[in-house]
């Protein structure tokens, strides 16, 4: 295996550390996967930004706390290694809801830790355009 995918098959682990503690409600487990150094932040769906490790966790103590996590499960995740950063692109289903997700992490004494989340909902109809096509403007 060579090293970029070593790298991208870790980032994936730590995305999915991320949903299984987002899943079990495991805050403790929450609070390790964000970066202790890097500047953080997070925007949840219908949410301002959060700025700050105290902020973002905060928020996950709310979301988490009570037994009141909703079920979210990640599909479809793909990651993208940049140097000491990288980031993976996956959608989180909730019930019958589907939210497309960004999550951004950075190395940390050769871990990789949270820096961004961000979760949207995803339009009815999405269309992609295809630029310089004349046969195809846009992909389903």
């Known amino acids: 295996m060579t090293e970029r995918a070593a790298d991208a098959t870790a980032l994936l ?6 949903y299984r ?4 409600g495991d805050l403790a ?15 949840h769906p ?15 103590r709310s979301i988490l706390g009570g037994g009141r996590a909703p079920r979210v499960v990640c599909a479809h995740a793909t990651a993208h290694v940049l140097g000491e950063a990288g980031f993976v692109l996956c959608e989180e289903r ?5 939210l497309i997700a ?3 992490f950075a190395l940390e004494r ?10 949207s909902p995803i339009a009815q109809e999405a269309f992609v355009v295809v ?3 004349q046969d195809d403007a846009s992909v389903n």
Do not use: D
């Not at 682990?13 to 991320?18: G, H, L, R, V």
């Not at 487990?29 to 925007?43: H, K, N, P």
């Not at 219908?46 to 996950?60: I, K, M, Q, Y």
């Not at 909730?94 to 589907?98: L, R």
């Open 46 to 60: 219908g949410w301002t930004a959060l700025r700050g490790r105290e902020a973002v966790l905060a928020s996950w």
């Open 102 to 104: 960004t999550n951004v």
């Open 131 to 133: 630029p310089n096509r």
């Open 13 to 18: 682990a730590a995305n999915e550390a991320f």
């Open 94 to 98: 909730v019930g019958a809801a589907v």
């Open 21 to 24: 503690a987002f899943l079990g």
């Open 110 to 119: 050769g871990v990789w830790k949270m820096v961004h989340h961000h979760a």
């Open 29 to 43: 487990q929450m609070e390790e996967l964000w970066s202790g150094t890097a500047a953080v932040g997070c925007i």
